[in-house]
Every structure is written in structure tokens, then in C-alpha cells.
């Protein structure tokens, strides 16, 4: 489906996103922690690859 700015979409943690921009644009990703060491918001939050993505998918059992 098209859409046109300005935009703000919601998904459940564990989604995989995906988009094609036809003109420039600006994703902004927000994640609520009280966390303050980067290096442990970015273990928390990003998966190293996909097999730790499809693990993380398994234990909250998300539909992929």
C-alpha cells in the first residue's frame, strides 16, 4: 500500500519492517528502556543476524 507523509506506524516488538521509498525519507525507530550503557541497549535491542532474530521469533512465538 502507498503512503504519504506524514506517517507514524506502530508494530509489535519482533516485526521485521520493510519499505520502499519512492522519495527521500526519514525512519525514525523508537525503543523505551531506562538503560543507559549503549553497548547494552544495542544487545537488548538489535539481533546480530537473523538466526538470533528467528530464536528471539521462537521464544514469543511470533508468526513469521
Known amino acids: ?3 504519504e507523509a506524514p506517517q ?3 508494530s509489535p516488538a519482533g516485526t ?3 519499505a520502499h521509498a519512492i522519495t527521500d ?3 525514525v525507530t523508537i525503543h523505551a528502556t531506562e538503560e543507559t550503557d ?6 537488548h535491542f538489535i ?3 537473523e538466526e538470533e532474530f ?3 521469533s ?4 511470533l508468526p513469521l
Open 25 to 27: 525519507v526519514v525512519w
Open 38 to 43: 549503549v553497548d547494552k541497549i544495542e544487545q
Open 47 to 49: 539481533a546480530k543476524d
Open 54 to 56: 528467528l530464536e528471539f
Open 16 to 18: 521485521k519492517r520493510i
Open 8 to 10: 507514524v506506524l506502530c
Open 58 to 61: 521462537k521464544q514469543l512465538k
Open 1 to 3: 500500500k502507498r503512503l
